[in-house]
């Protein structure tokens, strides 16, 4: 059980050019690209971009505050039952890896996210 990372997410309707602008300011190429829940993403350092074709399935993305890149999954959905007032998106398994997403008792957002490998 470790934290790996943290990803700042990044919602927009103008998806190529965020992804274009994210490239520029980091210096850095996509390193993830991928798509599940109708929406899309790219991933450019330490940061996710996310578009879609209907604004509806950015619903839950836009709530998410910071992705927490983890290794033991499983360990930290134990841990945080205990600091959760709602589970947004339960353990679940989508294109990049295994993720949920909850509200901790702070009020933010978070995805924890295990990447494939």
């Known amino acids: 059980m470790a934290f790996l990372d943290v990803f700042l997410p990044i919602v927009t309707d103008h998806f190529e050019d965020t ?10 190429q996509v390193n993830i690209s991928a798509a599940h829940d109708g929406y899309y993403l790219k991933s450019v350092g ?3 971009i996310l578009g879609a074709d209907d604004p509806a399935a950015l619903e839950i993305p836009r709530q998410v505050q910071a992705i ?8 930290y959905w134990q841990r ?7 589970v947004i998106v339960p353990f679940s398994t989508v294109s990049t890896g295994r993720r949920f997403i909850i509200k901790q008792n702070d009020g933010k957002v978070v995805e924890y996210l295990e990447l494939f490998e």
Do not use: A, M, N, P
């Open 68 to 75: 927490f890149l983890v290794k033991g999954l499983e360990e």
């Open 19 to 28: 992804v274009d602008f994210y490239q520029r300011i980091s210096g850095e």
């Open 46 to 48: 330490s940061f996710v």
């Open 80 to 86: 945080v039952q205990s600091f959760t007032s709602q």
